[in-house]
């Protein structure tokens, strides 16, 4: 049950880790001055800047 249990919250400790990126990402990008902010699709560069660095921390 122990086992169970750590297995389960180092899950959701890596989806927590995960996810958490796209947030700060966005964040950064809506309060500074980035590269591409110009851009007019800079939406969708953001999601694939973060989906990006979701897959490489996974």
């Known amino acids: 049950m122990s086992k169970q249990s750590n297995n389960i ?3 959701l400790t890596e989806l927590t880790i995960v996810l958490t990126i796209p947030t700060i990402t966005y964040g950064f990008w809506g309060n500074l001055k980035l590269p591409f902010q110009v851009v007019h699709y800079r939406s969708l560069f953001v999601v ?3 989906l990006l660095i979701s897959l490489l921390v996974w």
Request: net charge positive.
């Open 48 to 50: 694939v800047v973060s």
């Open 9 to 11: 919250m180092k899950i």
